[in-house]
Structure formats: structure tokens, C-alpha cells
């Protein structure tokens, strides 16, 4: 095996990983993998902003899956890896590349026309949230409890607070794109509850698979419907749709299952609410963007609602046994 090779092996730290089994005390190496994935999917929202001033939606989301196919072909080969043959495998892709991530991604990069980029990351950070609502009220395949209930509950406050104020200021476009942004995040919670299926499958492989899928989907409409040929993108654009595929596609993909390996399901759904302050930040160092009070409203209420339902009981009660000692001394 090569040195390049070895390399990549070794981020995967027990390949196939089992979700959801016990884990080791965490080191600092987990918590920057964690924080890594984290930057690279908050960038999204900021390098689409970037990209659409001059590439379409179709043609952008096109070239952003091309390059992650790219780099994640090239990964499964450092592997050895193969992608299988069997139609069974790649139905599984492809439901959970339209619920994932085709369907999404379209509906987000359409809103982000009219959406600045700093609301957008916190809407779409809100899936654990629509997770909790569709499980307690559909599915039942956990326990919904209190802890978890005020979480949906401020979540969901502060989604009103960005959406509502907009409403009331008489901004008319942008409410129905920040609806629509809540209608994709609707479809990546499904794609979370849902997406167990695929746990037989490396991971790396699911990665690469529903990538693919997802190009043959939208390449015909970037072709049909926008004639990229003509475009003429500026290399600004050009480079936003190149950093998405190696970050938010590529990167970004990699580091969720490695984190899922390393860090168990829990604290990984973690980086939800850790996007946003991260792609808060980034927008407003990329694009300029300002945070009117109203989002720095919705942006911590939602990072509490996220953080109260993804933070174990357990770390509640051990911080309150901690200040109850210091109190009684």
C-alpha cells in the first residue's frame, strides 16, 4: 500500500463502523474532526451565495457533484474499494441521494437567490429539530422525551422569530424561499431517520454511490435547462463550485463518517448547532453579510433547541451535581 494510500486508511478508524455502539473517552483529535466537519458544511452556504452570482442553480450543483465524484472515486481506489453491482444497492443510493441531498440542495440553492446567506445557515441547521417532530409524531422509533421537547420547542421559536419579523417588514419573496429552505430541511430529517438502511455498506461507498446518483440527476437539467456552454462565470463563481465539491461534497461527506465512527451518533448530530455560529461567521467574513438582531435572536435560540436535544441527559445532570457542590461548600 502506498504512503498516500495508508494515509487515508488510517482516518477511518474501524472500518465498517458500527452506529450507535459504545465509545471510547474523547481525545482532542475527536473533537477537531468533529469541529472539521462542522467548517466544511457550514461553508456551503456562503460558497453558494458566492457561486450563484454567476453560475445557475442546475449548472452550479452540477459541477459541485462532479468534483466530490472526482475526489471520492479516487478515494475508494486508495481503498481498494469497489462500488457494487447489485440493483438492490444502488435503489438505496438513489432514495437516499433524493431525500439526502438531490431534492435539498436544488430547493436550498434555488432559495439562496433571495435568501442571504446567514439565515439560510440557520434555517437548514434545524433538521434535529424536524427530526423530533416527524419521530414523535410519526414514526416513534425512539423515546421523545421532555429534554428533547423544549429543544423542538425553542428550535422552533427561533425559526419564527427569523421567518415571522421577515413577514411582518413586508419582505415577501425572501419568506417564501425561507419557507422553502424549512421544506428541504424537512427532507434532510427524513433522509437521517430513514438512512439506517444503508449500514452495510462501507460508508465510503455510500458516499461515492449516492454522489454519483445524485450527478446523473441533475447533469440533463443543467444541460436542458441552462446551456452552461454559454456561461460565462466569473472565477470567483468557479472557485465556490470547485471549494463545495472538495469541502461540502468530498470533505465534508468523508468527515461525517469518520466522526460517526469516532464519535458515536450523538455527538456527531452534534455539529448541527455547531454550523451555525461557524457559518454565521464565515458569512459575514466572505460575503459581507450583517446579522440584524432579529437573526442573532432566532440563531440562539435555535442553537439552544438544538443543543437541548442532542446533548445527552447524562451531561445535564453531571453540570448540575457540579454546581450543586460548589453551592453547598
Given amino acids: ?33 468533529l469541529l472539521a466537519l462542522a467548517t466544511c458544511w457550514s461553508a456551503t452556504y456562503p ?40 440493483l ?30 446567514a439565515p439560510t445557515v440557520v434555517l437548514a441547521s434545524t433538521t434535529p429539530i424536524i427530526a423530533f417532530f416527524i419521530t414523535w409524531a410519526i414514526t416513534r422509533h425512539e423515546p421523545a422525551g421532555v429534554g428533547r421537547l423544549i429543544g423542538a420547542l425553542l428550535g422552533l421559536s427561533g425559526t419564527i422569530v427569523i421567518i415571522g419579523l421577515d413577514a411582518l417588514r413586508g ?31 462501507d460508508p465510503m461507498v455510500v458516499a461515492a454511490g449516492s454522489v454519483m446518483v445524485g450527478t446523473v440527476f441533475v447533469l440533463p437539467l443543467s444541460l436542458i435547462f441552462e446551456h452552461p456552454w454559454t456561461l460565462h462565470p466569473t472565477t470567483q463563481s468557479i472557485a465556490a463550485a470547485i471549494g ?8 465534508g461527506l468523508m468527515l461525517f463518517y469518520i466522526c460517526l465512527a469516532r464519535l458515536g451518533t450523538l455527538t456527531t448530530n452534534a455539529q448541527s448547532y455547531l454550523r451555525i455560529p461557524i457559518g454565521v461567521g464565515l458569512s459575514v467574513l466572505l460575503l459581507g453579510e450583517s446579522v440584524p438582531p432579529d437573526l442573532v435572536l432566532g440563531l440562539i435560540l435555535v442553537m439552544a433547541g438544538v443543543a437541548a436535544m442532542t446533548i445527552p441527559g447524562s451531561a445535564y445532570r453531571g453540570i448540575f451535581r457540579r454546581l450543586s457542590a460548589i453551592i453547598g461548600r
Avoid: H
Avoid at 7 to 32: F, I, K, N, T
Avoid at 70 to 76: A, F, G, K, Y
Fill in 47 to 86: 460558497l453558494t451565495k458566492i457561486g450563484l452570482g454567476s453560475i445557475p442553480p442546475f449548472t452550479f450543483i452540477t459541477v459541485r457533484s462532479l468534483v466530490a465524484v472526482i475526489l471520492l472515486l479516487v478515494v475508494l481506489w486508495l481503498r481498494g474499494l469497489r462500488l457494487p453491482t447489485e
Fill in 88 to 117: 438492490k444497492a444502488w435503489k438505496a443510493f438513489t432514495l437516499q441521494q433524493v431525500i439526502n441531498a438531490t431534492i435539498p440542495f436544488l430547493v436550498i440553492t434555488w432559495a439562496q437567490q433571495y435568501v442571504p446567506a
Fill in 244 to 251: 463545495m465539491g472538495v469541502f461540502s461534497g468530498a470533505l
Fill in 171 to 201: 419582505m415577501g419573496g425572501s419568506i417564501y424561499a425561507e419557507l422553502a429552505i424549512l421544506l428541504a430541511t424537512v427532507s434532510f430529517a427524513c433522509a437521517t431517520i430513514f438512512g439506517t438502511r444503508l449500514s452495510d455498506y
Fill in 1 to 33: 500500500m502506498s504512503e498516500t494510500a495508508a494515509a487515508v486508511e488510517s482516518l477511518d478508524p474501524e472500518p465498517p463502523p458500527q452506529v450507535g455502539a459504545p465509545r471510547r473517552r474523547l481525545s482532542w483529535r475527536d473533537y477537531a474532526l
